[in-house]
């Protein structure tokens, strides 16, 4: 199985971009590209599994860590403004469609606040996508009174003001090992600004307002006993969405990484059949 290669992406703001490649082996047909857009506070790398498994069904994968993220430029949970992390990503799609052979489809796989944010890119119809995979989006954030409260004020006079983002790493899964693993993971943070907090609340709504004019495939996979975001969010976003484009499946008794879970065969069973539909339906 070929390494998997780190390289820098200088990006459109002039910043520049970690990006983590998990390139097919040279005898091995190529079905398509996903481009995973990783959570809150972590990394690409934590996805190498998830990579290796896509790798194994013909699929060669990249990451980018976000702005504050990973091994890319910015300040730990900072965002210099509302736009960054989707021209970023733009930046990052641009890129890869370059260096992919042609009619190969790409496939955006988000997770929590990337689902968020590739959700918001492809409502916003930045650059072509094939298809999209949610896992977990940040759709709701459950936030309390006090803590919207504390978002009407903060981001206008602290909006680089940075504190703890609330994320209790034991409801990421419920295996033991993976929840020491984030616990001991150098690039892995705790820190959000209230600009990003900002961000995460408002696009939240905003990009479920716009599910049912969605226009691309997508499969929504979330955890039913999520603790880290509200599961009202993705199944009101199921609920607006077209049903012919848009495939829902609740992991009822799953924690938020779904992915990481110590049973997580039927998440990647949903996500293999579904990627193997799609992948027909357009004829490759």
């Known amino acids: 199985m070929t390494d998997s290669t780190l390289s820098a992406l200088i990006a ?3 910043d520049h971009v970690a990006v983590q ?22 990394h690409g790398g934590r996805y190498n599994h998830v990579a290796r498994k896509l790798n194994s069904w013909g699929f060669a994968v990249r ?14 949970g900072g965002l210099p403004d509302k736009k960054r ?4 990503l733009a930046d990052v799609v641009a890129t890869t ?14 997770h929590s606040l990337g689902g968020l944010v590739a959700a918001q890119f ?18 709701d954030p459950g936030l309390s009174a006090f803590q919207k409260l504390l978002l009407a004020v903060l981001p206008r006079i602290a909006p680089n003001l940075r504190v703890g983002n609330g ?10 090992a993976v929840v020491s693993a984030y616990k001991k993971d150098h690039w892995v943070h705790d820190r959000i600004s209230a600009r990003l907090a900002r961000y995460i609340a408002d696009t939240g709504p905003k990009t479920v307002a716009m599910a049912k004019h969605w226009k691309v495939p997508t499969l929504l996979m979330y955890a039913g006993d999520d603790r880290l975001v509200n599961p009202a969010g993705s199944r009101a976003f199921a609920a607006a969405a077209p049903k012919s484009l848009v495939q829902t499946v609740c992991f009822d008794k799953l924690y938020h990484e779904i992915f990481n879970e110590q049973d997580a065969t039927p998440v990647f069973d949903t996500l293999k059949m579904w990627l193997d539909a799609h992948v027909a339906s357009v004829g490759l």
């Open 21 to 42: 490649d998990w390139p097919l082996d040279d005898d091995v047909p190529m079905r398509g590209v996903v481009l995973i857009v990783h959570g809150l506070g972590e």
């Open 167 to 176: 994320v209790k790493p034991q409801y990421l899964s419920h295996d033991p």
């Open 97 to 110: 469609r370059g260096r992919m052979p042609r009619n190969t489809p790409l496939i955006l796989l988000g």
């Open 12 to 14: 459109s703001t002039g």
């Open 63 to 76: 990451a980018h860590d976000h702005y504050g993220h990973g091994e890319s430029a910015g300040v730990r």
């Open 85 to 88: 992390l989707i021209s970023d």
């Open 122 to 139: 492809v409502a916003l119809r930045m650059r072509p996508i094939d298809a999209l995979v949610l896992s977990s989006p940040a759709f």
